[in-house]
């Protein structure tokens, strides 16, 4: 069981180093230009609104009404 656990952490890693090897020639392949607005522009309005759905969901998932009672 231990040998299927390490086989899929390095299948995850080695995904990971070939995803990165992606971006990475994707990078060279993008005008400058387009890649600084998509690093400055985009990408940042990206993650501000992931997180303010992450934090929007878990004041909700706080303030819920409980359906637990006591006795």
């Known amino acids: 069981m231990a040998a299927r656990s390490t ?15 992606r971006s990475a020639r994707l990078g060279k392949r993008l005008d400058p230009d387009l890649k600084s607005w998509l690093d400055n522009v985009v990408i940042p ?8 759905e ?7 998932a706080t ?3 409980s359906e637990v009672t006591s006795d």
């Open 7 to 21: 086989e899929n952490e390095s299948g995850a890693v080695s995904e990971r180093q070939h995803s990165s090897a």
């Open 63 to 65: 303030t819920g009404v």
């Open 45 to 52: 309005a990206l993650v501000r609104e992931y997180m303010a």
């Open 54 to 60: 992450i934090k929007e969901r878990n004041r909700l």
